[in-house]
C-alpha cells in the first residue's frame, strides 16, 4: 500500500512539472509572480488554408516544442537569418490576429562561475552545439534566445562563459551539419542527414536543427515565390508555416502582407499591415509598413493603419518624415477616382507644399484633383501655375479642360494646339476645344490662321462634330456653296449624322438645288420627319445639338448647331506695330438700310403694354415684334420674333427671323443678328442684305475696340458683297494709318478726297500729322 501512494505522489509531481514547463507564465501570473509589462510576443497566426486538421487541445506535447514556443517568444531574429522555429501555434480562423499567448520570461545574464560539483554531476547532458553555432555567427540575439530555451528545459544548467569555448562534443558530422545550415545550403544538409541515418541506423539529427531546417526552407520558398510573383503560393506557405510570421523577420511579413493584397483580399492585407504596427516596435520598420501599405492599400484602408501612429519622443509623430507624401499620394488616389473624398487635410497638406516648394507636380496634382470634382475655376487656377512654370502636355490639357467646361474653347484651343499630337488624349481635348469653340453664340472671332489649323486637324481626323459646325459657320456668313461641302464631308465621314443631313438639304434648298434636297429627303425617308417635311410644315431651326465629347469627365459645353462656328475669313497683310493717330474721327455707326418686305398679316394693332411674347400664337407675335421695332424697342421684339419662329408657315418663319435680325443689328448685337439670320432660310437678297449689315456693324465695333486688323477683314468681307460707302473707306484708311502703312492711308484717304468728304481731307491731314510733325503748325 505504502509503495502504491509513493508511486501515485511520483506521477503528480512528474505531471506538475510537464504542466509547468507548458504554461509557466501561466502559473507565474496565477501566483502573482509574473513580471509587469511585459510585452505581447511578437507573432502573427494564420488559418491554414491547407493542411492537416487542427489538433486537439488535449494532444499531447513535446517539451521541446514547448521550449521552441518559449524561444520564439523571448528572441527576435534579423531578416537575413532564417527564423527560429517555434512550434507551430494553434491555427485561426481569421488571418492576421496577434497571439494570445503570454511570452516566457526573459533569460537573465549568464553567470560565469561554474555550476557545483555535485549539480554538475547529477545534470542531464544538454546539446549545447546551437549556443556554439550562434555565437560563432556573432548572432547576440538568437544566442540569448536558446540560452533561454535551455534554461526552461533545464533549470539547473548553468550557460557557458564563453559560448566559443564550448566543445565540439567531438561529433565532428554534427558541427559540419550546422555549419551547412550557418551557410544557407539547405539541399546539403538535407543530404548529409539522410546519408548519416543510412551508414548510422537509429541515428537522428537533433530536433532543433530539423525545425529550423524546415523554417529555413519553407522562408526560401516564400521568398522564391513573392520574386516570382506567385502569391497564392506565398499564402500556402504562410498559412503553414505561422513560425515565419513574426517580428523577427519583418520582410516575410511584408510579402505575406502583398500577396493578400494581389490575391484580391485586401482586407486580410490591411490586417497583416495592421498587425505589424499593432506589435512590430523598430521605428524604420514600422515606418516601411506605412510606406509600403500606402501603395498597395486604397485609400480607406490606409486611415485605419494611420490611427496606429505612435509618438516618436521628441514631440511629434513617427510618420510625420512621410507625411507630404501620404497626402500626394493620397490626393493622386483622388484624381483617378471622381467620388472618393479624400480628407481636407491632406489637400491642405498640399497647397501648402505647392506655395512653398514650387513643384510642378504638386500644381497637376491639385489642377486634376479639382476637375475631377467639376471645380473648374480652381483647377484652372493650379494649371495655370503649372504651365508658368513648365509647359508641359498634362497641365495643358488639364487647363484646356477646364476652360472648355467654363465656356472658354477659343482659349483651350489656343493653349492645346501645340500638344495635340503628344498622346490620344491630348488630340481629343483638342478636338473637343475647336467643336466647342465653334459652337458658341455668338461666334468667335478667329483669325485665318487658327480656322485653318483647326480645320486641317479635323480632316486629318475625319472629326465630324468639328467639321458639322463648320457647315453651320458657313450659313451665317452667307456661303451656302462652302457649307454644302463642309456638310457633304461630315456625312462621308459618317453617314448617319442627322444634324449634318439636316444642314445639307436646308443648304441646298437655300441654293435651289431641288433634286439634290430630293436626293437627302430619299435617303433619310423614314428616319428623319424634318428633312421629310422640309419646306412643309416643320420647323426649319435646328434642335440642339450633342455637343462635342470632351475626355476625362468633363461636360462638354452645350450649344445649338445653327451657330455658326468658324470661318476662314481674308486678312489683310499689315505691319505688327500700331499707332494711335489722335486726330482719328469717330466713325458713325452706319445708319440701317430695311428693304420694304411684304410682312403678310401685319395690321394697325397696338403694342404699348408689356406682354409675355411666348403666350402668343405665332401670327399675333410677328405683327408684335414688328410694332415694337415701329416704337425703337428692339430687345422686345426680339422675344416677339422668336415665339414667330415656332410658325408652321414657312413664310412667317422667314419674316420672324428676318426681324430678329433686325431687332439685334438695331440693339447693336452684331453677332446675334449673324445667328438669327440662320434660324430660316431667307432670300438671296435678304441674306445678302443682313450680311452686309452685320459685317459693316461688326466693322465699326472692331474699330471701337482698336483691333484695326480685324476691322480690315470685315471690309474685305463687306467689299465682296456691295461695292463700299465712303464713311466705311475712310474707317479703312483710319486703320492703315493706325498700322503705319501709309501708302494704302494716303490712296484711300485721296480716293475719299476726290468726292468731296471732309473726313478724306481730315484724314490727309492726319496722315501728314503722322508722318511728318515737323512740318505741322
Same mark, same amino acid.
Given at each position: 500500500?505504502?509503495?502504491?501512494?509513493?508511486?501515485?505522489?511520483?506521477?503528480?509531481?512528474?505531471?506538475?512539472?510537464?504542466?509547468?514547463?507548458?504554461?509557466?507564465?501561466?502559473?507565474?501570473?496565477?501566483?502573482?509572480?509574473?513580471?509587469?509589462?511585459?510585452?505581447?510576443?511578437?507573432?502573427?497566426?494564420?488559418?491554414?488554408?491547407?493542411?492537416?486538421?487542427?489538433?486537439?487541445?488535449?494532444?499531447?506535447?513535446?517539451?521541446?516544442?514547448?521550449?521552441?514556443?518559449?524561444?520564439?517568444?523571448?528572441?527576435?531574429?534579423?531578416?537575413?537569418?532564417?527564423?527560429?522555429?517555434?512550434?507551430?501555434?494553434?491555427?485561426?480562423?481569421?488571418?492576421?490576429?496577434?497571439?494570445?499567448?503570454?511570452?516566457?520570461?526573459?533569460?537573465?545574464?549568464?553567470?560565469?562561475?561554474?555550476?557545483?560539483?555535485?549539480?554538475?554531476?547529477?545534470?542531464?547532458?544538454?546539446?549545447?552545439?546551437?549556443?556554439?553555432?550562434?555565437?560563432?555567427?556573432?548572432?547576440? +540575439?538568437? =544566442?540569448?534566445?536558446? @540560452?533561454?530555451?535551455? *534554461?526552461?528545459?533545464?533549470?539547473? /544548467?548553468? $550557460? %557557458? !562563459? &564563453?559560448? #566559443?569555448?564550448?566543445?565540439?562534443?567531438?561529433?565532428?558530422?554534427?558541427?559540419?551539419?550546422?555549419?551547412?545550415?550557418?551557410?544557407?545550403?539547405? +539541399?546539403? =544538409?538535407?543530404?548529409? @542527414?539522410?546519408?548519416? *541515418?543510412?551508414?548510422?541506423?537509429? /541515428?537522428? $539529427? %537533433? !530536433? &532543433?536543427? #530539423?525545425?529550423?531546417?524546415?523554417?529555413?526552407?519553407?522562408?526560401?520558398?516564400?521568398?522564391?515565390?513573392?520574386?516570382?510573383?506567385?502569391?497564392?503560393?506565398?499564402?500556402?506557405?504562410?498559412?503553414?508555416?505561422?513560425?515565419?510570421?513574426?517580428?523577427?523577420?519583418?520582410?516575410?511579413?511584408?510579402?505575406?502582407?502583398?500577396?493578400?493584397?494581389?490575391?484580391?483580399?485586401?482586407?486580410?492585407?490591411?490586417?497583416?499591415?495592421?498587425?505589424?504596427?499593432?506589435?512590430?516596435?523598430?521605428?524604420?520598420?514600422?515606418?516601411?509598413?506605412?510606406?509600403?501599405?500606402?501603395?498597395?492599400?486604397?485609400?480607406?484602408?490606409?486611415?485605419?493603419?494611420?490611427?496606429?501612429?505612435?509618438?516618436?519622443?521628441?514631440?511629434?509623430?513617427?510618420?510625420?518624415?512621410?507625411?507630404?507624401?501620404?497626402?500626394?499620394?493620397?490626393?493622386?488616389?483622388?484624381?483617378?477616382?471622381?467620388?472618393?473624398?479624400?480628407?481636407?487635410?491632406?489637400?491642405?497638406?498640399?497647397?501648402?507644399?505647392?506655395?512653398?516648394?514650387?513643384?510642378?507636380?504638386?500644381?497637376?496634382?491639385?489642377?486634376?484633383?479639382?476637375?475631377?470634382?467639376?471645380?473648374?475655376?480652381?483647377?484652372?487656377?493650379?494649371?495655370?501655375?503649372?504651365?508658368?512654370?513648365?509647359?508641359?502636355?498634362?497641365?495643358?490639357?488639364?487647363?484646356?479642360?477646364?476652360?472648355?467646361?467654363?465656356?472658354?474653347?477659343?482659349?483651350?484651343?489656343?493653349?492645346?494646339?501645340?500638344?495635340?499630337?503628344?498622346?490620344?488624349?491630348?488630340?481629343?481635348?483638342?478636338?473637343?476645344?475647336?467643336?466647342?469653340?465653334?459652337?458658341?453664340?455668338?461666334?468667335?472671332?478667329?483669325?485665318?490662321?487658327?480656322?485653318?489649323?483647326?480645320?486641317?486637324?479635323?480632316?486629318?481626323?475625319?472629326?465630324?462634330?468639328?467639321?458639322?459646325?463648320?457647315?453651320?459657320?458657313?450659313?451665317?456668313?452667307?456661303?451656302?456653296?462652302?457649307?454644302?461641302?463642309?456638310?457633304?464631308?461630315?456625312?462621308?465621314?459618317?453617314?448617319?449624322?442627322?444634324?449634318?443631313?439636316?444642314?445639307?438639304?436646308?443648304?441646298?434648298?437655300?441654293?435651289?438645288?431641288?433634286?439634290?434636297?430630293?436626293?437627302?429627303?430619299?435617303?433619310?425617308?423614314?428616319?428623319?420627319?424634318?428633312?421629310?417635311?422640309?419646306?412643309?410644315?416643320?420647323?426649319?431651326?435646328?434642335?440642339?445639338?450633342?455637343?462635342?465629347?470632351?475626355?476625362?469627365?468633363?461636360?462638354?459645353?452645350?450649344?445649338?448647331?445653327?451657330?455658326?462656328?468658324?470661318?476662314?475669313?481674308?486678312?489683310?497683310?499689315?505691319?505688327?506695330?500700331?499707332?494711335?493717330?489722335?486726330?482719328?474721327?469717330?466713325?458713325?455707326?452706319?445708319?440701317?438700310?430695311?428693304?420694304?418686305?411684304?410682312?403678310?398679316?401685319?395690321?394697325?394693332?397696338?403694342?404699348?403694354?408689356?406682354?409675355?411674347?411666348?403666350?402668343?400664337?405665332?401670327?399675333?407675335?410677328?405683327?408684335?415684334?414688328?410694332?415694337?421695332?415701329?416704337?425703337?424697342?428692339?430687345?422686345?421684339?426680339?422675344?416677339?420674333?422668336?415665339?414667330?419662329?415656332?410658325?408652321?408657315?414657312?413664310?412667317?418663319?422667314?419674316?420672324?427671323?428676318?426681324?430678329?435680325?433686325?431687332?439685334?443689328?438695331?440693339?447693336?448685337?452684331?453677332?446675334?443678328?449673324?445667328?438669327?439670320?440662320?434660324?430660316?432660310?431667307?432670300?438671296?437678297?435678304?441674306?445678302?442684305?443682313?450680311?452686309?449689315?452685320?459685317?459693316?456693324?461688326?466693322?465699326?465695333?472692331?474699330?471701337?475696340?482698336?483691333?484695326?486688323?480685324?476691322?480690315?477683314?470685315?471690309?474685305?468681307?463687306?467689299?465682296?458683297?456691295?461695292?463700299?460707302?465712303?464713311?466705311?473707306?475712310?474707317?479703312?484708311?483710319?486703320?492703315?494709318?493706325?498700322?503705319?502703312?501709309?501708302?494704302?492711308?494716303?490712296?484711300?484717304?485721296?480716293?475719299?478726297?476726290?468726292?468731296?468728304?471732309?473726313?478724306?481731307?481730315?484724314?490727309?491731314?492726319?496722315?501728314?500729322?503722322?508722318?511728318?510733325?515737323?512740318?505741322?503748325?
Amino acid at each position: 500500500m505504502r509503495s502504491s501512494f509513493i508511486a501515485v505522489g511520483v506521477a503528480v509531481v512528474v505531471a506538475g512539472l510537464v504542466t509547468a514547463l507548458k504554461d509557466r507564465v501561466a502559473i507565474q501570473e496565477a501566483l502573482g509572480l509574473a513580471t509587469p509589462g511585459r510585452s505581447a510576443p511578437q507573432l502573427m497566426l494564420m488559418g491554414r488554408i491547407t493542411g492537416p486538421e487542427t489538433p486537439s487541445q488535449n494532444s499531447p506535447r513535446d517539451l521541446d516544442l514547448v521550449a521552441d514556443q518559449i524561444q520564439a517568444a523571448a528572441g527576435t531574429a534579423p531578416p537575413s537569418t532564417p527564423a527560429a522555429p517555434p512550434a507551430a501555434p494553434e491555427p485561426m480562423n481569421d488571418v492576421a490576429q496577434a497571439a494570445p499567448s503570454t511570452p516566457a520570461p526573459a533569460a537573465t545574464p549568464a553567470p560565469t562561475q561554474a555550476a557545483p560539483p555535485t549539480q554538475a554531476a547529477n545534470q542531464p547532458k544538454v546539446d549545447e552545439s546551437a549556443l556554439r553555432y550562434f555565437a560563432s555567427r556573432g548572432d547576440k +540575439a538568437r =544566442l540569448q534566445a536558446e @540560452i533561454s530555451r535551455l *534554461q526552461a528545459l533545464y533549470p539547473n /544548467w548553468v $550557460p %557557458p !562563459a &564563453d559560448p #566559443l569555448a564550448v566543445p565540439q562534443s567531438g561529433d565532428k558530422q554534427l558541427e559540419t551539419m550546422w555549419s551547412l545550415y550557418s551557410e544557407g545550403r539547405y +539541399a546539403e =544538409l538535407r543530404k548529409a @542527414i539522410t546519408d548519416r *541515418q543510412t551508414v548510422e541506423a537509429g /541515428w537522428q $539529427p %537533433p !530536433a &532543433d536543427l #530539423l525545425d529550423r531546417l524546415d523554417v529555413a526552407e519553407a522562408r526560401a520558398r516564400l521568398v522564391n515565390a513573392s520574386d516570382l510573383k506567385q502569391y497564392a503560393t506565398v499564402v500556402d506557405i504562410g498559412a503553414n508555416t505561422p513560425s515565419l510570421l513574426t517580428c523577427s523577420d519583418i520582410d516575410i511579413l511584408w510579402r505575406v502582407a502583398e500577396a493578400f493584397v494581389r490575391t484580391n483580399r485586401a482586407h486580410r492585407g490591411q490586417d497583416a499591415y495592421g498587425y505589424i504596427l499593432k506589435s512590430c516596435t523598430n521605428p524604420q520598420e514600422r515606418l516601411a509598413t506605412v510606406q509600403k501599405a500606402s501603395a498597395l492599400l486604397p485609400y480607406g484602408a490606409i486611415q485605419p493603419l494611420l490611427a496606429l501612429e505612435r509618438p516618436d519622443g521628441n514631440g511629434g509623430r513617427e510618420f510625420d518624415s512621410i507625411r507630404n507624401d501620404l497626402a500626394r499620394t493620397f490626393v493622386a488616389a483622388g484624381n483617378a477616382d471622381a467620388n472618393l473624398a479624400v480628407a481636407p487635410e491632406y489637400i491642405s497638406v498640399v497647397e501648402k507644399l505647392a506655395a512653398a516648394q514650387g513643384l510642378v507636380s504638386d500644381n497637376l496634382l491639385l489642377g486634376w484633383y479639382q476637375v475631377r470634382r467639376e471645380n473648374y475655376a480652381d483647377a484652372e487656377k493650379w494649371f495655370r501655375a503649372a504651365r508658368s512654370k513648365e509647359d508641359s502636355a498634362s497641365a495643358s490639357q488639364g487647363l484646356a479642360l477646364a476652360l472648355i467646361a467654363e465656356k472658354k474653347p477659343q482659349e483651350a484651343e489656343d493653349v492645346m494646339f501645340k500638344w495635340h499630337d503628344d498622346s490620344d488624349d491630348a488630340k481629343a481635348t483638342y478636338l473637343a476645344a475647336t467643336a466647342n469653340l465653334m459652337a458658341l453664340q455668338p461666334p468667335a472671332n478667329l483669325s485665318e490662321t487658327v480656322l485653318g489649323r483647326i480645320a486641317t486637324v479635323v480632316i486629318a481626323e475625319k472629326y465630324v462634330p468639328t467639321a458639322q459646325q463648320f457647315g453651320w459657320y458657313a450659313r451665317t456668313l452667307n456661303q451656302p456653296q462652302t457649307a454644302a461641302r463642309w456638310f457633304d464631308t461630315a456625312l462621308r465621314w459618317k453617314a448617319d449624322d442627322e444634324p449634318s443631313a439636316y444642314g445639307l438639304a436646308i443648304t441646298l434648298e437655300q441654293l435651289n438645288d431641288r433634286k439634290g434636297v430630293q436626293d437627302v429627303q430619299r435617303l433619310w425617308a423614314g428616319r428623319s420627319e424634318r428633312i421629310a417635311h422640309l419646306g412643309d410644315t416643320s420647323s426649319l431651326t435646328p434642335p440642339a445639338q450633342i455637343a462635342a465629347p470632351v475626355p476625362a469627365g468633363v461636360q462638354p459645353v452645350s450649344q445649338s448647331p445653327a451657330s455658326p462656328l468658324a470661318a476662314q475669313p481674308r486678312t489683310t497683310t499689315a505691319p505688327a506695330s500700331t499707332v494711335d493717330v489722335a486726330q482719328a474721327p469717330t466713325m458713325a455707326r452706319p445708319a440701317m438700310r430695311t428693304v420694304a418686305v411684304q410682312r403678310g398679316g401685319r395690321t394697325a394693332r397696338g403694342c404699348s403694354t408689356t406682354v409675355d411674347a411666348r403666350l402668343l400664337d405665332p401670327g399675333s407675335a410677328l405683327t408684335r415684334g414688328w410694332c415694337l421695332m415701329d416704337l425703337n424697342r428692339p430687345m422686345e421684339a426680339v422675344e416677339a420674333f422668336e415665339a414667330a419662329l415656332a410658325s408652321p408657315t414657312r413664310k412667317a418663319r422667314e419674316d420672324a427671323a428676318y426681324g430678329q435680325s433686325l431687332a439685334y443689328l438695331r440693339a447693336g448685337l452684331s453677332n446675334n443678328a449673324a445667328v438669327a439670320a440662320t434660324k430660316a432660310p431667307q432670300s438671296r437678297q435678304r441674306a445678302a442684305e443682313l450680311q452686309v449689315a452685320i459685317l459693316s456693324d461688326r466693322a465699326l465695333s472692331a474699330y471701337g475696340a482698336k483691333r484695326y486688323r480685324e476691322t480690315l477683314v470685315y471690309l474685305d468681307q463687306r467689299a465682296q458683297l456691295q461695292q463700299e460707302r465712303i464713311d466705311l473707306m475712310v474707317l479703312r484708311g483710319y486703320c492703315y494709318l493706325n498700322l503705319q502703312m501709309y501708302g494704302d492711308a494716303e490712296r484711300i484717304f485721296n480716293a475719299a478726297a476726290a468726292t468731296g468728304n471732309k473726313d478724306g481731307y481730315r484724314g490727309l491731314a492726319d496722315l501728314k500729322a503722322a508722318t511728318h510733325p515737323d512740318t505741322v503748325d
